[in-house]
T-cell receptor, first 114, second 112 residues
Framework: SAVISQKPSRDICQRGTSLTIQCQVD?????MFWYRQQPGQSLTLIAT?????????ESGFVIDKFPISRPNLTFSTLTVSNMSPEDSSIYLC???????????FGQGTRLTVV | KQEVTQIPAALSVPEGENLVLNCSFT??????LQWFRQDPGKGLTSLLL?????REQTSGRLNASLDKSSGRSTLYIAASQPGDSATYLC???????????FGGGTRVLVKP
């Protein structure tokens, strides 16, 4: 099965700053996704990271707040911009490994905004 | 719009007891269903994937069944151990290459 390396694993950030989270997949994948998981909640999809084009954002999420890059088929970044305490969550990247593998996830980034 | 529900939200059992976790979905036109485990503050680990044409999948003490017509999947964990304590999430994909729709998860505590 494929592996995603996600970093940082955790960070504590000041209000008003930005944090960029990176995900590196050990094989080429077509689809990559970014999720947010607020405390005690299930996963909420932020956007689909498209290689070579702009990401597709879900309702309630905008590019100015969560810019995403996908320069190739193995790498993506998510930036959380102008952070506030409400952005404190776990952020997870995911990729689809095909019909037999399904989805797999990075280790998550635990973000605390103070 | 697909909705995925997991009941109960939390479950506590003594060690050795079998676990039964339920997942229901509203749209039976799915591509596959996947069960994940999540430890606190961590990412998701895939446990089992059931393709739409399959009825069940097994891996060690884990067995997952799928009944598309009734919109249900069940994850069985035999002879539970304290190390099985975690949150278990199910997710469905409508079509190949599509995004996952997650249930709310079941938080499991296995008491020694």
């Amino acid at each position: 099965s494929a592996v995603i390396s996600q970093k940082p694993s955790r960070d504590i950030c000041q209000r008003g700053t930005s944090l960029t989270i990176q995900c590196q997949v050990d094989s080429q994948v077509t689809m990559m996704f970014w999720y947010r998981q607020q405390p005690g909640q299930s996963l909420t999809l932020i956007a689909t990271a498209n290689q070579g084009s702009e990401a597709t954002y879900e309702s309630g999420f905008v590019i100015d707040k969560f810019p995403i890059s996908r320069p190739n088929l193995t790498f993506s970044t998510l930036t959380v911009s102008n952070m506030s305490p409400e952005d404190s969550s776990i952020y997870l990247c995911s990729a689809l490994g095909g019909a037999l593998l399904g989805a797999f996830f990075g280790q998550g980034t635990r973000l605390t905004v103070v | 719009k697909q909705e995925v529900t997991q009941i109960p939200a939390a479950l506590s059992v003594p060690e050795g007891e079998n676990l039964v976790l339920n997942c229901s979905f509203t749209d039976s036109a799915i591509y596959n269903l996947q069960w994940f485990r999540q430890d606190p503050g961590k990412g998701l680990t895939s446990l089992l994937l059931i393709q739409s044409s399959q009825r069940e999948q097994t891996s060690g003490r884990l067995n997952a069944s799928l009944d598309k017509s009734s919109g249900r999947s069940t994850l069985y964990i035999a002879a539970s151990q304290p190390g099985d304590s975690a949150t278990y999430l199910c997710a469905v994909i409508k079509a190949a290459g599509n995004k996952l729709t997650f249930g709310g998860g079941t938080r499991v505590l296995v008491k020694p």
